[in-house]
């Protein structure tokens, strides 16, 4: 994914997962904050900068999962 810092704690995160065989249907961010959004492309304000272990799990239409994981400053 990419991840756009566009301040110390405003961040923008959009999914780069292609699909596989069939398509994806939901994206879901956890942001390690205990905080969580859907959509391919999000928007997120962190309560203070840090280092967060964001994942995101894109779901096809088969229920099938894809879990991708980096850790973020803001």
Request: charge should be neutral; hydrophobic fraction near 30%.
């Amino acid at each position: 994914w990419i991840h756009t810092s566009a301040t110390t704690v405003a961040s923008t995160f959009t999914s780069t997962s292609t699909p596989g065989t069939y398509p994806i249907v939901n994206y879901t961010w956890n942001f390690g904050d205990g905080t969580k959004e859907s959509g391919a492309k999000v928007r997120k304000t962190f309560e203070s900068a840090g280092t967060y272990e964001v994942q995101l799990i894109a779901t096809d239409s088969k229920n099938n999962k894809a879990l991708y994981t980096d850790v973020v400053s803001v």
